[in-house]
Structures are given as structure tokens and as C-alpha cells.
């Protein structure tokens, strides 16, 4: 009677480890991309909780965002990613960009974001 082999082969265990290797490197390569875009998210969302920073106009708010995209050393791609408009009262931050960030080669992945902040001073 013959022994029946059980368990993956040397093929299938490589095939394998190939998969977990790529889905790190790209996991690796967008991990700054996001942890930027976290870090400017929490930055408007803390200015839009101050009360007296919204009360300010349009320019020094965004200098003291400058100045606090500067101490958590983020930089946005441009200046037209963040737009500030006053309607009515209302203070409407819009942040839209996008990140192309080379994977492999010639291949690129483009990472798109859009967040829109609506502020009613009280």
C-alpha cells in the first residue's frame, strides 16, 4: 500500500509567498500616500472645530493651515487642492488631489481624494 503525500508542494507554497510579496510592496508604496491624506484630513477637521480660526478670513485660514501642514511635515501637491469659499455664512473647505505614486517599472497607481467640509459658525 502506498503513502498518499499530503500538504502543498514546494510550487504552490512559492506561488503563494508571491502573492503576499506583491500585495506588500503596493501595500508598502500607498501606506505614505494615505498616511498623509490622514494627516491632512485631521488637520481641517481640528481647524473646523475651532470656533475662532473660522471666524478668521479666508487668508489667514489658510496660513494657519500652511503652517500646521508644516509642523506635520505633509506638503499638498498644490495650492488648488484645498479651496475655501464663504456662502452665506457658511464656510465650505473643499480638498481634492491626486497622487500618482510609480509601483513597478512603468506602472502607476493614481490615488484620487475628495472631502468637502461644511462649517456653520455659531
Given at each position: 500500500?502506498?503513502?498518499?503525500q499530503?500538504?502543498?508542494?514546494f510550487?504552490?507554497?512559492?506561488m503563494?509567498l508571491m502573492?503576499?510579496g506583491?500585495?506588500?510592496?503596493?501595500?508598502l508604496?500607498?501606506?505614505p500616500v494615505?498616511?498623509?491624506?490622514?494627516?491632512?484630513?485631521?488637520?481641517?477637521?481640528?481647524?473646523?472645530?475651532?470656533?475662532?480660526?473660522?471666524?478668521?478670513s479666508?487668508r489667514?485660514?489658510?496660513?494657519?493651515?500652511s503652517?500646521?501642514?508644516r509642523?506635520?511635515?505633509v506638503?499638498?501637491?498644490?495650492e488648488?487642492a484645498?479651496?475655501?469659499?464663504?456662502?452665506?455664512?457658511?464656510?465650505t473647505?473643499?480638498?481634492?488631489?491626486?497622487v500618482?505614486?510609480?509601483?513597478?517599472?512603468?506602472?502607476?497607481?493614481l490615488?484620487k481624494f475628495?472631502?468637502k467640509?461644511?462649517?456653520?459658525p455659531?
Amino acid at each position: 500500500m502506498r503513502r498518499q503525500q499530503r500538504g502543498a508542494s514546494f510550487f504552490s507554497t512559492m506561488m503563494i509567498l508571491m502573492v503576499i510579496g506583491i500585495f506588500a510592496a503596493v501595500g508598502l508604496k500607498l501606506y505614505p500616500v494615505f498616511f498623509d491624506h490622514y494627516l491632512i484630513n485631521s488637520t481641517v477637521v481640528d481647524l473646523t472645530e475651532n470656533q475662532s480660526e473660522i471666524a478668521k478670513s479666508n487668508r489667514e485660514i489658510r496660513l494657519s493651515l500652511s503652517k500646521r501642514f508644516r509642523i506635520n511635515q505633509v506638503k499638498l501637491p498644490s495650492e488648488e487642492a484645498l479651496k475655501l469659499e464663504r456662502n452665506e455664512g457658511v464656510l465650505t473647505i473643499t480638498l481634492n488631489y491626486q497622487v500618482e505614486v510609480p509601483m513597478f517599472f512603468n506602472v502607476a497607481a493614481l490615488v484620487k481624494f475628495d472631502e468637502k467640509y461644511e462649517v456653520i459658525p455659531r
